[in-house]
């Protein structure tokens, strides 16, 4: 084999190799087995032509040249085919597992909410909201509590300052929205509430009610019983039935409380409704008038029905809860199951 066809044949070799390298390094290792200055298998063949025949040693150096110049630039490419190619294909890796995206849910005091401003949207109430630092005036006054009354004992309220707390009850939204609007009136209002109270699996001292108030001329109780009924239906099965018993509450009159029937034994009698068959579930009755007066409306002219409850007590017979801490503790092994 001639001197020339030796370096053809590593040439084919030297190209083969670089073009199989399939990372960096390999490109790094056959640079140095063919460029190294001090190893280099091209390096060794210029020091080769000087020991040549004189005819020989133009065409052979010509030769080599071309072969070291073929092998650079065939490194370089190669390495940069190598840099912008990784990502692209790592991008396109379709035989990958998918990454399932974490899904949050709704909290059950969420889903409550939602579903209870839903059904009363459709009886035609609108959703209103209100602040939870409240004045003495719309969480007592407002309502037709005097200052003598017991519920505005420092205990049993969270006194933030002389004359303002943190609200006792969604009630205060009423009184709000009756000083800002002209009957007619209908609205809900969910929200959090504050009372000191000791917390147990039935109590906690900061849970949440829906308010709900309808003034126009002509509103009865029987609208409190029409819209409560369906109400309850709607939120806890077609199977529920209500029952009003009298009841007394500083801004209504006629007062009663609603009981619906106990879901888990269907009233047959169980712990959870002291054998009783009926679980109360919440406060309501006709607007007092004072409480009219308090705001500047007509109490001749206009009549209106008020309703509240606890979301969280709501909440706990729909869904099977037990106690109260539960939706409040943030726990994702108890969450996770609604
Ligand atoms: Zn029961």
Known sequence: MSGLDEVRALREAALAQVEAADDADGVERLRIEWLGRKAGRIPALMKAIPSLPPAERGPFGQAVNDLKAAVTAR???RKAALETARPHAAAVDVTLPGRRPAFGRLHPLSRTVREMSDIFGRLGFEVVEGPEVEDEFHNFVGLNIPPAHPARDPLDNYYLGDHVLLR???STVQVRIMESRRPPVRVVAPGRVYRPDTVD???S????????LWVDRGVTFADLKGVLST??????????????????FPFTEPSAEMYVSC?????AGCPTCKRSGWIEILGCGMVDP?????????AEAYTGL???????????????????????????RFLRQF
């Not at 109400?231 to 007394?248: D, E």
């Open 306 to 332: 008020a309703f509240g409850f606890g979301l969280d007590r709501c909440a706990m017979l729909k869904y099977g809860i037990h106690d109260i801490r539960l939706l409040f503790e943030d726990d994702v």
């Open 205 to 212: 001292n900061m849970f949440h009610q829906l308010e709900g």
């Open 168 to 170: 006792t009850q969604t």
């Open 263 to 267: 879901l888990l034994c269907g009233g």
């Open 75 to 77: 490194l370089e490419a």
């Open 201 to 203: 699996a039935g109590h």
């Open 290 to 298: 004072n409480v009219f007066e308090a705001v500047g409306y007509d």
């Open 231 to 248: 109400f309850a239906r709607a939120f806890f099965g077609p199977a529920a039935r209500t029952k009003f018993q009298p009841s007394y």
